[in-house]
């Protein structure tokens, strides 16, 4: 069954590092997200990503994180300068085609600042 | 302001002991309403989508069900690898179709 792909599972970084977080979606798939998780909170969005454009993004989403699909396979989450309270744990999802508005998670990223 | 709302945050069951989980939605439009189970540590992990009221999906003990203004997930017979958060989520009109508004979920326990 197709699925979608995070890399890294688990990353510590230092408090003002920039990290990058990569996500492979389902191949056929054309509408992308990034969505956080605080431990213990509710899943947030963060933003959408269609036709290599953002589509809409949270008030989470300010101007430290950025969105990029490189190639035809990665998207990336990027975060410039990252904070304490940036810990979480950040989930890539895709929809498209075929699936209909079914929106499928890939198994996180878990990011601690510290 | 679009919200949703879950209960119970908890239930403990022992095997075989059937009940339902709630979801209940205030939004200005509702485009669906998602069900995704979520194991500890993993990402959600679809389950259901219902678009009106009215409509009911079954995926082996689990049914969901959709009114105006709530959600059931009815767990019949349930066995100890149901044991999972269960995560209720709303898609609104007038934003992006991936721009899911989630519930706190109900930790689900089911005891052998």
């Known amino acids: 069954e197709p699925e979608v792909t995070q890399t890294p599972s688990h990353q510590v970084t230092q408090m003002g590092q920039e990290v990058i977080l990569r996500c492979v979606p389902i191949?056929?798939?054309?509408?992308f997200y990034w969505y956080r998780q605080i431990l213990g909170q509710k899943v947030e969005f963060l933003v959408s990503?269609?036709?290599?454009?953002?589509?809409?993004k949270s008030e989470i989403f300010d101007d430290q994180f950025s969105v990029e699909r490189p190639d035809g396979s990665n998207f990336t989450l990027k975060i410039r300068s990252t904070k304490l309270e940036d810990s979480a744990m950040y989930f890539c999802?895709?929809?498209?085609?075929?699936?209909?508005?079914?929106?499928?998670f890939g198994e996180g990223s878990w990011l601690t600042v510290v | 302001e679009d919200q949703v709302t879950q209960s119970p945050e908890a239930l403990r069951l022992q095997e075989g002991e059937s009940s339902s989980l709630n979801c209940s939605y205030t939004v200005s439009g509702l485009r669906g309403l998602f069900w995704y189970r979520q194991d500890p540590g993993k990402g959600p992990e679809f389950l259901f989508t219902?678009?009106?009221a009215g409509e009911e999906k079954e995926k082996e003990r689990l049914k969901a069900t959709l009114t105006k203004k709530e959600s059931f997930l009815h767990i019949t017979a349930p066995k100890p690898e149901d044991s999972a958060t269960y995560l209720c989520?709303?898609?609104?009109?007038?934003?992006?179709?991936?721009?899911?508004?989630f519930g706190k979920g109900t930790k689900l326990s089911v005891k052998p």
């Open positions: 191949s056929n798939h054309l509408y």
């Open positions: 990503f269609y036709n290599n454009e953002i589509s809409e």
């Open positions: 999802a895709s929809s498209g085609l075929g699936s209909g508005n079914t929106i499928y």
């Open positions: 989520a709303v898609q609104v009109y007038g934003g992006s179709q991936g721009n899911l508004i």
């Open positions: 219902l678009y009106s």
